[in-house]
């Protein structure tokens, strides 16, 4: 069975470029690029990744993250969240709300790859 | 090897520079080329009008080939090598390093100058940045897009073939995503560019009071009377809180002006010197009106730039009127470990301390702090307090005497990495 990942992201290209690049990891993608439905997609989806934006249309990354960490079996659900802000107190929030691992923009196509390999089986050995 | 017995070493860099022979210069000044030899090896000491010939035949100041011509010079450099930490640079030889290669000295002057430049750049932005929301806003479109050119540019630079579908797709997202660039990295510059200078981009109203009182000079004749103050003289201001704040500054400076007139002023200056205290006894007033008054005076009545900074009791930076040398954030958040914030703790007592800024300039500066009750007092009601410190600069002369307080501008810009005060890290020591 294909490895399910749900891309959260609002930027119609940098969806496709990461979509392009998971699938031909051999990851199933599904995207979405609204926040404020986005913990509902991401429990009728039941991915074994997320990718989250932070700045989303609806509602932030941060809030969903939350909001996500609250439902039962979502605790350890990985996150990879992609900003273009990188201060610290935005990492250090992430942190605090439950991120898995935190990227900011511009990322490499490599970092990404290596991120969402490395979240998936670290949650697998689990 | 001390400075001036380096003019020979200066002349023969400088001589090469021109690209002149020994034999050339010294035919040109009237003096053998053995002689000249015997200069350039600083063998022989050279003034008066065969150094002057020489300078004009090298075309440049005499000034430039004798002690003292490199005197700022020397200093950056001086400045270079203490900003480099544990670089072993020998100090000790930097005149001779700037009499021998007075090329190099230059390139690394002015390449000091330059970082200290694009730190100062990086302050601002990064202040900017934490409070900005259009600025962040712009960012994040610029960065965004960066990404998605990023990510699409590198699959389709790998090797071996991509699907034809895919590979148009990803040339016109690239197409897409370049011209969306192109625009908002223009937006971005042109604001950054009009907030510079625009009237309309003044962010807060505190800051458009603050470029309305700069833009005067933090003077106001029109007010020296201490009459009322007219309505017009705010019209200006383009957002209505601005205007209130304005006016009620502008009420204060009248109010100052009374009690303190300018002329009595200037004369208690004369007899006082810079000495707050005094003033205040002399007009029987409290020292934040003093203060005020001090920092609203002209060059003409005080020949020195002094700095003036008001917060309130949360720390909220409420006026401020910058002095070169200390820098002061543009939206709060200072270092709480300037004596503005230590007056807070101690309301009513008068704080004075010798600080110096760590930073580029490590200029010392005298810091004079009260806090006082913003309002009357009245039973069973807290007082509010507010703060306020006048910033004086110090003679250089007077530096290095007693042992000056380290201070910041604000966390995100402050290299000092084990400070009690910090609240968060440093933007300087993640490789900025």
């Given at each position: 069975m294909n490895r399910r990942v749900l891309l959260i992201e609002d930027e119609?290209?940098?969806?496709?470029?990461?979509?392009?690049?998971?699938?031909?990891?051999?990851?199933?993608?599904?995207?979405?690029?609204?926040?404020?439905?986005?913990?509902?997609?991401?429990?009728?989806?039941?991915?074994?990744?997320?990718?989250?934006?932070?700045?989303?249309?609806?509602?932030?990354?941060?809030?969903?993250?939350?909001?996500?960490?609250?439902?039962?079996?979502?605790?350890?659900?990985?996150?990879?969240?992609?900003?273009?802000?990188?201060?610290?107190?935005?990492?250090?929030?992430?942190?605090?709300?439950?991120?898995?691992?935190?990227?900011?923009?511009?990322?490499?196509?490599?970092?990404?790859?290596?991120?969402v390999r490395d979240l998936h089986a670290q949650a697998t050995q689990l | 090897?001390?400075?001036?017995?380096?003019?020979?070493?200066?002349?023969?860099?400088?001589?090469?520079?021109?690209?002149?022979?020994?034999?050339?210069?010294?035919?040109?000044?009237?003096?053998?080329?053995?002689?000249?030899?015997?200069?350039?090896?600083?063998?022989?000491?050279?003034?008066?009008?065969?150094?002057?010939?020489?300078?004009?035949?090298?075309?440049?100041?005499?000034?430039?080939?004798?002690?003292?011509?490199?005197?700022?010079?020397?200093?950056?450099?001086?400045?270079?090598?203490?900003?480099?930490?544990?670089?072993?640079?020998?100090?000790?030889?930097?005149?001779?390093?700037?009499?021998?290669?007075?090329?190099?000295?230059?390139?690394?002057?002015?390449?000091?100058?330059?970082?200290?430049?694009?730190?100062?750049?990086?302050?601002?932005?990064?202040?900017?940045?934490t409070h900005d929301p259009h600025l962040a806003a712009s960012l994040h479109e610029v960065l965004s897009t960066a990404a998605s050119i990023r990510s699409t540019s590198s699959i389709l630079a790998e090797p071996g073939e991509l699907e034809a579908?895919?590979?148009?797709?990803?040339?016109?997202?690239?197409?897409?995503?370049?011209?969306?660039?192109?625009?908002?990295?223009?937006?971005?510059?042109?604001?950054?560019?009009?907030?510079?200078?625009?009237?309309?981009?003044?962010?807060?109203?505190?800051?458009?009071?603050?470029?309305?009182?700069?833009?005067?000079?933090?003077?106001?004749?029109?007010?020296?009377?201490?009459?009322?103050?007219?309505?017009?003289?705010?019209?200006?201001?383009t957002q209505g809180a601005a205007r209130k704040i304005g006016q009620d500054l502008l009420s204060q400076y009248a109010v100052d002006a009374k009690v303190m007139p300018i002329a009595d002023i200037q004369k208690a200056l004369s007899k006082h010197g810079m000495d707050p205290i005094a003033l205040s006894r002399v007009f029987r007033t409290d020292l934040p009106s003093v203060f005020r008054r001090l920092a609203s005076l002209p060059p003409e009545i005080l020949s020195y730039e002094v700095g003036?900074?008001?917060?309130?009791?949360?720390?909220?930076?409420?006026?401020?009127?910058?002095?070169?040398?200390?820098?002061?954030p543009r939206h709060g958040e200072a270092c709480p470990l300037w004596p503005l914030f230590t007056a807070l703790s101690r309301p009513l007592v008068p704080i004075r301390r010798r600080v110096a800024q760590l930073g580029r300039t490590a200029a010392e500066f005298d810091c004079l702090a009260v806090a006082w009750p913003q309002d009357m007092p009245e039973f069973d009601r807290d007082p509010v307090y507010r703060s306020i410190m006048l910033i004086l600069p110090v003679a250089s002369a007077e530096t290095g005497q007693s042992d000056a307080q380290l201070v910041g501008s604000s966390c995100r810009i402050c290299p000092r990495d084990i400070c009690g005060a910090r609240r968060e890290p440093s933007i300087l020591s993640e490789g900025f």
């Amino acid at each position: 069975m294909n490895r399910r990942v749900l891309l959260i992201e609002d930027e119609p290209n940098i969806t496709e470029a990461i979509r392009f690049l998971l699938t031909r990891d051999g990851w199933q993608v599904v995207t979405h690029a609204d926040g404020s439905d986005a913990v509902e997609v991401i429990s009728n989806e039941n991915p074994d990744l997320v990718i989250l934006d932070l700045m989303l249309p609806g509602k932030s990354g941060m809030e969903i993250l939350r909001e996500l960490r609250e439902l039962e079996g979502m605790e350890k659900l990985p996150v990879l969240m992609l900003t273009a802000r990188g201060q610290s107190r935005d990492r250090e929030m992430a942190e605090k709300a439950g991120v898995s691992r935190f990227m900011t923009k511009p990322f490499s196509n490599a970092e990404v790859l290596t991120a969402v390999r490395d979240l998936h089986a670290q949650a697998t050995q689990l | 090897m001390s400075r001036d017995t380096l003019t020979g070493s200066r002349i023969r860099e400088r001589r090469l520079i021109a690209g002149l022979r020994q034999s050339d210069l010294a035919r040109d000044v009237g003096i053998s080329a053995s002689y000249l030899n015997l200069i350039e090896h600083n063998r022989r000491r050279i003034g008066g009008k065969l150094l002057v010939d020489i300078a004009a035949v090298l075309g440049v100041e005499p000034s430039m080939l004798t002690e003292g011509a490199e005197a700022a010079l020397i200093a950056t450099l001086r400045e270079a090598a203490v900003d480099a930490g544990a670089v072993a640079a020998e100090v000790s030889r930097v005149d001779e390093f700037a009499g021998r290669f007075p090329g190099w000295a230059e390139v690394l002057a002015k390449e000091h100058r330059r970082v200290a430049s694009l730190e100062r750049t990086v302050e601002t932005l990064s202040d900017r940045l934490t409070h900005d929301p259009h600025l962040a806003a712009s960012l994040h479109e610029v960065l965004s897009t960066a990404a998605s050119i990023r990510s699409t540019s590198s699959i389709l630079a790998e090797p071996g073939e991509l699907e034809a579908e895919w590979r148009d797709r990803f040339h016109r997202n690239l197409d897409q995503d370049a011209e969306r660039l192109a625009e908002s990295s223009k937006a971005l510059v042109n604001y950054l560019d009009e907030s510079e200078t625009s009237e309309e981009r003044r962010g807060v109203p505190l800051e458009e009071v603050e470029a309305f009182v700069a833009a005067n000079g933090y003077h106001f004749e029109a007010l020296e009377t201490g009459a009322p103050v007219p309505e017009a003289m705010t019209q200006g201001l383009t957002q209505g809180a601005a205007r209130k704040i304005g006016q009620d500054l502008l009420s204060q400076y009248a109010v100052d002006a009374k009690v303190m007139p300018i002329a009595d002023i200037q004369k208690a200056l004369s007899k006082h010197g810079m000495d707050p205290i005094a003033l205040s006894r002399v007009f029987r007033t409290d020292l934040p009106s003093v203060f005020r008054r001090l920092a609203s005076l002209p060059p003409e009545i005080l020949s020195y730039e002094v700095g003036l900074v008001v917060c309130d009791a949360s720390g909220s930076i409420l006026f401020r009127k910058p002095l070169v040398g200390f820098a002061l954030p543009r939206h709060g958040e200072a270092c709480p470990l300037w004596p503005l914030f230590t007056a807070l703790s101690r309301p009513l007592v008068p704080i004075r301390r010798r600080v110096a800024q760590l930073g580029r300039t490590a200029a010392e500066f005298d810091c004079l702090a009260v806090a006082w009750p913003q309002d009357m007092p009245e039973f069973d009601r807290d007082p509010v307090y507010r703060s306020i410190m006048l910033i004086l600069p110090v003679a250089s002369a007077e530096t290095g005497q007693s042992d000056a307080q380290l201070v910041g501008s604000s966390c995100r810009i402050c290299p000092r990495d084990i400070c009690g005060a910090r609240r968060e890290p440093s933007i300087l020591s993640e490789g900025f």
